[in-house]
């Protein structure tokens, strides 16, 4: 039994998130359905990280088991042969048997793009977040700062776990103004459902004035969702990567 690591980026715009729906179309099923084809096997893939419908991703990991001997070097781009034109590989490598893209991952990287004008944009709509109000970078970063570390992020949950505490280590969240734009790093061991995204919509909200920057130590103790501010938008979120005992693989959208 072989077990193969692919990289691979996506539009998440008309997929319903990464997660294998039989009646729906996702990046999982997409993927499992070109592999099985090329492989002449049932396939399953086991990804880094969940999307939700309309989230991007420049570099998801996803591993697989199989036990046919389709070759390494041809299977880049035939998968792109078969693929839908918003999914493609980008890498593949043959990896120990133990390896699992979910499991032997030690952090996930994200990336949060805002585009700060007044205007509202046609061509990258489905791209970026468009938040016409100004955004203080500097406001986000001090705030951004003082939930770095393990805390217990439910006030920023949209969905609780079934099983399993809210406890997460956050090593990095961070933005950074490139004219219009502005690029959010977000890095840790795991992520519950939505977090960055409520993360960055509560922090957006403090630097644009409309929300005390203090109140953030007071929503992280209530441990309640209605305490934290709006879920920013899936469009501008993308899964930029992971890093594993033997690299890190990451690739920013712009």
């Known amino acids: 039994m072989r077990t193969i690591r692919l990289v691979v980026e996506y539009d998440g715009t008309e997929f319903h998130g990464l ?3 039989p009646e729906l179309r996702t990046v999982a099923g997409e993927l499992q359905r070109a592999l099985t084809l090329l492989m002449r096997e ?3 893939v086991a990804a880094a990280g969940r999307t939700d ?3 991007h991703a420049t570099a998801q990991v996803v591993s697989l088991h199989t036990a046919g001997g389709f070759p390494l ?5 035939a998968l792109n042969a078969v693929l839908p034109h918003d999914l493609c590989t980008r890498e593949a490598e043959e990896m120990p048997p133990a390896f699992s893209a979910r499991f032997s991952a030690r952090e996930r990287h994200y990336r949060y793009v805002i585009l700060n004008r007044p205007e509202r944009p046609a061509l990258l709509r489905s791209r970026v977040h468009h938040a016409w109000h100004p955004i203080d970078v500097e406001v986000f970063n001090g705030v951004a ?3 770095l570390g393990e805390r217990d992020f439910r006030a920023f949950c949209g969905v609780l776990p079934e099983q399993g505490a809210t406890v997460r280590t956050l090593r990095e969240l961070r933005a950074e103004r490139r004219g219009e734009t502005i690029v ?3 890095r840790g061991d795991g992520f519950l459902h939505r977090m960055v995204r409520i993360l960055i919509g509560t922090l957006v909200e403090m630097a644009q004035g409309r929300r005390d920057p203090a109140e953030m130590a007071a929503i992280l103790a209530s441990r309640d969702r209605r305490r934290a501010g709006y879920t920013a938008p899936a469009a501008g979120l993308y899964f930029a990567g992971a890093t594993y005992e033997d690299r890190t693989i990451l690739v920013e959208p712009i």
């Open 42 to 44: 049932p396939i399953v």
């Open 145 to 147: 700062r003082s939930v």
């Open 53 to 55: 419908a309309g989230v």
């Open 19 to 21: 997660q294998y729906q």
């Open 184 to 186: 959010i790093a977000v």
């Open 73 to 77: 070097r041809r299977l880049v781009p």
